[in-house]
């Protein structure tokens, strides 16, 4: 009767079928530090942006479409972690979600008793996911925009293709630190910003690019499609095509003159596949841990494509990444069952 009374308020999604666990702020720390769970903050927008649990993701609980929003971005394998302010509205998502099919922890008190005994909040505006090393160490990968992504790897700091603007979206680059290892795969403006490169730009910083983004900087190491490099103890990276193959769209990306490349980090192999199609070199590329795939024709691949390429390199886990307009919902489910973890962040 009383769950039944709680329904009818909004607080709970449905009588008797509300069978999720709530922990205390230790039993949760720990949750966060497993890679087969997804920290969900259920707040709003606002609140999250004064602060929240690293490597969390937002999710309104409020909204009418927030299960579905959540299957969209969160695996039906993965167990989610949800927490609010003071756990009131966080129930209420963990009843809908457990609803849903999955396995849900609500943190007893919120971020309110998160706070109370002193644990970390962050302000970042910026998505982050977190990974570890086969020796440990840790990769914080967060997702600026489009294919501007920022690495962070035992004390280095990794760009890739970092741009200051698109459309209305703005990165301030002169907030984050000078980079160790700047990586642009090609030309073309939402990858390649002189500005953003100078900005994070260094004495220490080793900038990688292909040979036509070098020739218009006047600096740069070049790497072709196949070249290899150890940039330092537990670092180093390979040139890989990356090139359209349909045609009407073979000038966007030419053979052989863009790169994608693939990282090593402390033996964690990370595929930035640049502006590429399901081309067929992916065949050969293995053991992928992390891969950043583009969906967004007519420049890159369709979902389709994005699909096939997936299951042609088989990535532990997949962001789908400048995919503009592009719907990329159903990629989750295409991939289920597969092996393939998709995380779908705000790579727009």
Not at 178 to 205: C, I, P, R
Not at 241 to 268: I, M, S
Request: with cysteine; aromatic share 8%; charged share 25%.
């Amino acid at each position: 009767m009383i769950t039944c009374v709680l329904a009818a308020l909004g607080l709970t999604s449905a009588c008797g079928q509300q069978h999720f666990e709530s922990v205390d702020v230790q039993e949760f720390a720990e949750l966060t530090e497993r890679q087969d769970v997804v920290v969900l903050d259920v707040r709003t927008v606002d609140e999250f942006k004064e602060g929240h649990l690293e490597g969390a993701v937002n999710i309104d609980q409020a909204q009418d479409d927030f299960v579905e929003k959540t299957k969209a971005v969160v695996g039906a394998d993965k167990t989610v972690a949800v927490y609010c302010r003071s756990g009131r509205r966080s129930a209420n998502a963990a009843g809908k979600l457990t609803e849903a099919g999955y396995k849900v922890v609500n943190l007893k008190g919120g971020i309110q008793a998160w706070k109370e005994e002193k644990r970390p909040v962050t302000t970042d505006p910026y998505e982050v996911d977190v990974f570890k090393t086969p020796h440990g160490k840790t990769v914080k990968f967060y997702a600026l925009m489009h294919a501007s992504i920022r690495i962070v790897y035992d004390g280095k700091e990794i760009m890739v293709d970092p741009v200051r603007k698109l459309g209305n979206r703005t990165i301030d680059y002169s907030n984050m630190p000078k980079a160790d290892y700047l990586f642009v795969t090609h030309e073309h403006g939402d990858h390649f910003d002189k500005e953003a490169l100078q900005m994070l730009s260094a004495e220490k910083t080793q900038l990688i690019t292909n040979k036509r983004c070098a020739d218009m900087l006047g600096h740069g190491e070049v790497m072709a499609n196949g070249d290899t490099k150890q940039l330092t103890d537990g670092i180093s990276v390979e040139a890989v095509p990356a090139y359209n193959t349909t045609e009407g769209h073979l000038q966007f990306h030419p053979k052989g003159r863009d790169n994608g490349y693939v990282l090593n980090l402390d033996g964690l192999r990370i595929y930035i596949a640049g502006d590429t199609e399901d081309i067929p070199e992916m065949e050969g590329i293995k053991d992928i841990d992390i891969a950043f795939m583009p969906c967004n024709q007519p420049y890159t691949m369709t979902t389709e494509q994005l699909v096939k390429a997936a299951m042609t390199v088989k990535p532990k886990v997949l962001f789908p990444y400048h995919y503009g307009q592009t719907d990329i919902s159903g990629i989750p489910t295409a991939l289920q069952g597969t092996g393939v973890e998709v995380r779908i962040r705000h790579y727009k």
